[in-house]
């Protein structure tokens, strides 16, 4: 069966796309005329911030020519499987490398037999590297190891191949070399593909298929994109998603080039699409299995149902765009099932939804998603984990509001969600690292010495802390050489309390927070200086109070307007002066004790979007 599936692992940055571009190109899938940079990200945003978000498969054709091979005397080690001319259809299927999607990314290299392994050569090995090449290993990927970018004046070729060669135990003439600006070194990537990526393996004659990704299109509903791993997916056939126990009829298949084509079927090894019909969101997720209806195979291993890890509320700044808002959610979720929202209401923004996002990627990319596909203007709320709380009574909840988190007192305990990360930075800046750990609660772990001399920290942190500007402030303490990756490490125990904000005796629920107890006192004194500032005057003295712990720990009074009650006045004795200003007095008195606020909107947008 001369067809290889594999996928490209980098860091971002480290010209992934740059690469598949030269690849499209030299093996003649993509016309010059329609060639473009970066071809495979479809998404404006993709383009704009260089990184790739969903997954693109494509299928090449290489006309691998033994005869003329450099790769095969070279690498002696590998079988050389067919020692005729042949053509090789390619499948690769285009990652994400951000850790929020690392379930994502994990079921797409489930369905590839390699992958190459990119590594700038101006870079080095970094933290997302080695994240997703943790994957590749425990799924016992083959890994072409390749430094890109060889052509930058700044390239350290040779320390980076060595670098390489440790980490993978490999010779260091198994590390190729390319640049995928000039196409460099691009014909040998391909060539190691065909030589070291074993061919495709079947699982059985029941057609079996696994979901990597999935699209939506109003005519046609859902498309998934599936690997067949057994048997074969025809135009008509009834076929069944496995984990969401819903059957429908496959109105067409295909495969990508990346446009779609439609074909007759889909064969055991292949990657293609399926256009299921399906126009419900929630059916459809990544890791499920396609099989037939009637004569179904078992569900591939692997699959989990998405679950977020942090929340935040969703507000359109005008109640009227509630509805579009609504069915921007639902047509996001059809294309998106790691999205989940349930619509809540707050007494000041009136109503909207809380959303659960894979991390805080996934949450800029959702909203920046709303606010140029929908055109809605948003407010979105810091973005909070979730809790689980033991309340007295034995009863266990889980809590991602913070005007729903219990007094104190109330419970018998709370936990919170941890990460474990890797940093990786030059020696020099491990120091300010540390610190920076420390200040956000983290437990530092094990140091190593990378060789390329980097330093590589891993760490346990707070996902609270990870979401508070971590990762902005270890690139400032870094200069920039500073790279992250987590994961998720499972719930432990929280010394965190709820902070409310009380302006003129009444809490204010959107202002509400869950904070570590230790900084809660800096929060609340930073809080009610922000209000005090932002807040209008009003016709009595206005207090703004913080509470937490059951009593008030910050707290600032506004003076009152003034206004001259005594203006009118022509004369007279002074006493007429001093009992209209006495009035006032009392006036202001009776207003401090039953006076109302009504906090104006733009206030309250200022706090949520200043954090």
């Known amino acids: 069966m001369n067809i290889r599936n594999f996928s490209i692992i980098a860091h971002i940055d480290h010209g992934k796309s740059t690469l598949a571009d030269r690849m499209l190109e030299m093996t003649g899938t993509i016309e010059p005329r329609r060639m473009q940079e970066q071809v495979l990200d479809r998404m404006e945003l993709e383009r704009e911030r260089g990184i790739t978000i969903k997954m693109a498969p494509v299928r090449m054709v290489w006309k691998y020519k033994n005869q003329e091979s450099r790769i095969k005397n070279r ?38 037999e390699g992958v190459v392994l990119l590594v700038d050569a101006t870079q080095g090995v970094e933290a997302q590297t080695l994240s997703v090449l943790s994957v590749a290993r425990s799924l016992n990927r083959v890994i072409v190891p390749v430094v890109s970018k060889i052509d930058a004046p700044n390239a350290r070729v040779g320390e980076i191949v060595s670098e390489l060669s440790l980490l993978l135990g490999c010779p260091e003439e198994h590390v190729l070399k390319a640049s995928g600006k000039t196409g460099e070194g691009v014909r040998d990537i391909l060539e190691a593909i065909v030589v070291r990526i074993p061919e495709p393996r079947s699982s059985g004659q029941k057609p079996q298929a696994l979901v990597f990704d999935f699209g939506y299109s109003d005519h046609r ?14 135009k008509g056939d009834t076929l069944r998603l496995v984990a969401a126990d819903a059957s429908f009829t496959a109105l067409e298949v295909g495969i990508l080039t990346p446009d779609d084509v439609p074909c007759p079927e889909l064969a055991e090894g ?43 509320s969703v507000y359109p700044e005008s109640q009227d765009d509630l509805p579009v808002l609504r069915q921007s959610l639902e047509r996001l979720r059809l294309s998106d099932s790691s999205l ?8 000041i923004m009136g109503k909207g939804f809380r959303c659960g996002f894979l991390g805080m990627l996934h949450l800029e990319i959702v909203i920046e998603r709303l606010r140029r596909e929908f055109n809605l203007t948003l407010v979105v709320t810091q973005p909070t984990t979730v809790y689980e ?30 990460t474990t990360i890797s940093v990786i930075t030059p020696p020099k800046y491990l120091g300010g690292v540390t610190q920076l750990l420390y200040e956000h609660e983290g437990v530092a772990g094990e140091t190593k010495t990378l060789p390329d001399g980097k330093m590589e920290l891993s760490a346990e942190i707070p996902l609270r802390e990870l979401m508070r500007g971590f990762f902005d402030r270890l690139k400032s303490i870094s200069s920039g050489f500073g790279s992250l990756s987590y994961e998720i490490a499972g719930l432990r125990d929280a010394d965190v309390v709820r902070l409310e904000i009380l ?13 570590s107890r230790r ?29 937490a712990m059951g009593r008030i720990i910050a707290a600032r009074r506004k003076s009152a307007m003034r206004k001259d009650v005594t203006g009118y006045l022509y004369g007279g004795d002074v006493t007429r002066k001093m009992k209209l200003l006495e009035k006032q007095k009392r006036g202001k008195k009776k207003m401090l004790a039953r ?5 104006p909107h733009d206030v309250f947008l200022k706090v949520v979007r200043e954090g």
């Open 519 to 547: 900084r809660v006192q800096a929060e609340a004194e930073a809080m009610v200086e922000k209000l005090e500032k932002l807040l209008p005057k009003q016709l009595f003295v206005l207090k703004i109070q913080a509470k």
């Open 389 to 418: 709380v033991t309340h007295m009574n034995g009863s266990v909840e889980e809590i991602y509001s913070p005007s729903r988190f219990p007094d104190e007192g109330t419970t018998k305990q709370v936990r919170e969600m941890w």
């Open 595 to 599: 006076g109302k606020v009504d906090i």
């Open 503 to 515: 302006v003129a005796d009444e809490p204010v629920p959107a202002f509400a927070r869950i904070v």
């Open 221 to 234: 509903g859902v498309i998934v994109y599936a690997r067949v791993f057994g048997g074969a997916l025809k």
């Open 75 to 112: 690498d002696s080690a590998f079988d050389i499987r067919d020692s005729s001319d042949s053509e090789y259809i390619l499948n690769l299927i285009d990652t994400p490398g951000h850790v929020d999607f690392s379930y994502e990314v994990s079921r797409a290299l489930s369905a590839v």
């Open 340 to 347: 989940s929202y349930e619509e809540e209401s707050s007494g």
């Open 270 to 312: 292949e990657i293609g699409y399926i256009v299921t019909g399906i126009k419900k969101p929630g059916v459809a997720s990544v890791g499920d299995t396609v099989t037939s209806a009637r004569d179904s195979a078992p569900a591939l291993p692997g699959y989990r149902a998405p679950t977020p890890v942090i929340w935040a």
